[in-house]
């Protein structure tokens, strides 16, 4: 089973910026779609954004369209979320994840997945 590791997390101030990085020791994540997802305290797990497996398609949560970024660097083994203008509710741990993608070509991806095993996460706190 592919084991992801989170990155990068951190304080924060209401309008910042920071990057997540999602890696796979030992193993690539080239030709695999992967998602983020957020899980703030007291609430469900949800769909931040996904990039399929070439990087051809991506999407995103209304709730960070226009200041979330993802993107992937097959070089690097490493799925990147760059998040702008940080706001409080931003908050949460952050998970990376295999996700579903469509069978079409090209494919999209879609903001879920089947997997149970979730790794760490990193944490994102944003507070001024």
């Known amino acids: 089973q592919l084991q992801l590791v989170e990155s990068g997390g951190g304080l924060v101030q209401p309008g910042g910026s920071l990057r997540v990085s999602c890696t796979a020791p030992?193993?690539?994540?080239?030709?695999?779609?992967i998602g983020w997802f957020h899980q703030a305290p007291g609430r469900d797990r949800e769909g931040v954004s996904c990039?399929?497996?070439?990087?051809?398609?991506?999407d995103y949560a209304d709730s960070v369209k226009g200041r979330f970024t993802i993107s992937r660097d097959n070089a690097k083994n490493t799925v990147y979320l760059q998040m702008n203008s940080l706001k409080f509710e931003d908050t949460a741990v952050y998970y990376c994840?295999?996700?579903?993608?469509?069978?079409?070509?090209?494919?999209?991806?879609?903001?879920?997945?089947?997997?149970?095993?979730w790794g760490q996460g990193t944490q994102v706190t944003v507070s001024s």
């Open positions: 994840q295999v996700n579903v993608q469509t069978t079409s070509v090209p494919p999209v991806c879609l903001l879920r997945t089947f997997e149970e095993n």
């Open positions: 030992g193993a690539t994540l080239d030709g695999i779609t």
């Open positions: 990039i399929s497996d070439y990087g051809g398609s991506t």
